[in-house]
């Protein structure tokens, strides 16, 4: 069966198409600036040839039509029709209750449009491409792999927050947690590298979007995002957390009212808040190297933070054996890493990004699987806890879930 997996952002769009028989990846693309004025920037991957386009694009469904064009081009495509597609699966983000993997449907897509407040970068998007989806290829099932899936198992004590109990009971108020199919992917892949299926691993998604979270034999037991994927740690541009009565007073200072300032929280906190650069790590690092003090302040409260909620969760888990850093900040920035990982001698970690990987001490190790591209543990010898670098795959996972619920009789799980 070939599955297509779609992942939305506000202004962009990105899939892979999958032979779920062998697990390859026969293509992927993306498209970014959707709805912008500008020519949107338009690749695709096939086959290892990469092409480019460049045209505006109107919106997500003109998106998705333009990959699936790609997909069935008749000189460069891979698909002889769309038909070939068996489902579409969605990393989808938040439908309140109904979470789970489901068959697209009415009520999946109400919940999505009327709690849109949660994750109003996200659900927006996808509800309208899903529906021009369904009307465009009413043949083809799609599939809605909620983000908040994985941490179902979290116990309450660590999903409660102390709201009034109506909030609780009839909102819904509590922590959700997101990034499951990202911490899903890191457990599967811990337990395949070192053979081991009762492993604690603390996974540090760090990108544009960011959360921790504590599992213990792949399944999530705490974890950083709570209600809303604008919570947790500082994110890109949005906020984390914060004292929420912060608000009231900056409201009556301002004279701003509530949803300006929750927008405001959203577009312009987070690291580009703080550093008043860029919501762009990278440019961040670069400003701070140049001397810039409020750059700096922000990289060492990103690093203080992913700190503090490595400590709570070491309490959670009674200890860990693994780390792992993921996304485009976990794999690429050692001063990120460094910082979060110098002064845990409490717990015997230590680190070195330069040592070489010895293949007997892995093996030692019980490491059992090859390494695959990007993937390097970089504790020392005797480092008690080890410290992976795992480059994510959120994308296998959502096509693995689609196949398995569309080989299953249709309905709500
Ligand atoms: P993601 O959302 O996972 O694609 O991650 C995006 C974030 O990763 C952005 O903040 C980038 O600045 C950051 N990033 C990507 N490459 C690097 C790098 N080489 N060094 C530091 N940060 C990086």
């Not at 010898?381 to 795992?390: C, H, K």
């Amino acid at each position: 069966m070939k599955i297509l997996v779609a992942n939305l952002g506000s202004t962009s769009f990105k899939y892979g198409l999958f032979d779920m028989q062998t697990e390859t990846e026969l293509a992927r693309g993306g498209i970014d600036r959707i709805g912008q004025e500008a020519d949107s920037n338009c690749a695709v991957m096939i086959g290892g040839h990469r092409q480019e386009i460049q045209r505006p694009i109107a919106d997500h469904a003109a998106a998705v039509q333009m990959c699936l064009d790609q997909l069935t081009d008749a000189q460069t495509g891979c698909l002889s029709s769309v038909e070939e597609v068996g489902a579409v699966g969605f990393k989808a983000v938040f439908a309140g209750k109904l979470s789970g993997v489901r068959i697209v449907d009415d009520a999946l897509l109400d919940a999505m449009e009327t709690l849109a407040d949660v994750a109003p970068a996200h659900n927006p998007p996808y509800v309208k491409a899903m529906r021009q989806l369904r009307a465009a290829f009413p043949a083809i099932p799609l599939v809605a792999a909620l983000e908040t899936a994985f941490h179902e198992t979290i116990p309450e004590e660590y999903r409660t927050y102390a709201v009034p109990h109506e909030w609780r009971d009839m909102y819904d108020v509590r922590r959700w947690g997101y990034h499951g199919a990202s911490h899903r992917y890191i457990g599967t892949r811990m337990a395949q590298l070192t053979g081991r299926d009762d492993l604690k691993v603390i996974s540090c998604h760090l990108g544009g979007s960011s959360s921790i979270c504590a599992m213990e034999g792949g399944v999530s037991r705490s974890t950083s995002m709570g209600m809303t994927p604008q919570s947790g740690l500082p994110q890109n541009n949005r906020v984390g957390d914060m004292d929420p009565f912060a608000l009231r007073l900056v409201k009556r200072l301002s004279g701003k009212d509530y949803d300006t300032l929750l927008d405001e929280l959203a577009s312009q906190g987070g690291l580009l808040g703080m550093s008043g650069v860029s919501n762009d790590l990278r440019d961040i690092e670069q400003a701070a190297e140049r001397g810039n003090t409020q750059a700096e302040l922000a990289l060492k409260v990103y690093a203080a933070d992913i700190k503090r909620y490595i400590g709570q969760f070491l309490a959670v888990l009674n200890g860990a054996d693994a780390i792992v850093f993921t996304g485009g900040i976990g794999e690429n920035s050692t001063r990120i890493r460094s910082n979060v990982c110098d002064g845990m001698d409490y717990v015997g970690l230590r680190i070195n990004e330069s040592s070489v990987q010895n293949p007997e001490a892995s093996e030692r190790r019980g490491e059992t699987e090859t390494l695959s591209e990007g993937e390097r543990r970089i504790s020392t010898g005797d480092s008690r806890i080890d410290v992976w670098i795992v480059p994510t795959n959120e994308e296998i996972v959502v096509a693995r879930q689609t196949m398995n619920r569309v080989s299953r009789v249709q309905g709500p799980e």
